[in-house]
């Protein structure tokens, strides 16, 4: 089974930064892609960006320009820079990764969410 922990989130003042942090745990062979979501309240859950093995990332338009993911492969953890926050950045913010427990078998996996509240 394989366990993922977000960090980092809580309540920061418009303009403000953070920095969230997400491990990985458990049965772990290989993470293939590490990627981040959020959901802003009411509102379906979106990309923000995702990170394969091998540093390449992906970024949804929307996330271009204020978040920068990055990964570190030996401690199975990924992270999200978020700059220049916004209120409409409010929204719980959830990593996910598609883990190889076992070579050739793969599966992906939810953390539970950190809450980012942007507000003065």
């Known amino acids: 089974q394989v366990q993922l922990v977000e960090s980092g989130g809580g309540l920061v003042q418009p303009g403000g930064s953070l920095r969230l942090s997400c491990v990985a745990s458990?049965?772990?062979?290989?993470?293939?892609?590490m990627g981040w979501y959020r959901q802003p309240p009411g509102k379906e859950r979106e990309l923000i960006a995702y990170?394969?093995?091998?540093?390449?990332?992906n970024y949804a338009d929307s996330a271009k320009g204020r978040f920068t993911i990055s990964r570190d492969n030996a401690k199975n953890t990924v992270y999200l820079q978020i700059n220049s926050l916004k209120p409409e950045d409010t929204a719980a913010y959830y990593c996910?990764?598609?883990?190889?427990?076992?070579?050739?078998?793969?599966?992906?996996?939810w953390g539970q969410g950190t809450p980012v509240t942007v507000s003065s």
């Open positions: 996910n990764a598609d883990v190889e427990a076992r070579r050739g078998w793969s599966a992906w996996y």
């Open positions: 458990g049965t772990i062979l290989k993470i293939n892609s």
């Open positions: 990170i394969v093995s091998d540093g390449r990332t």
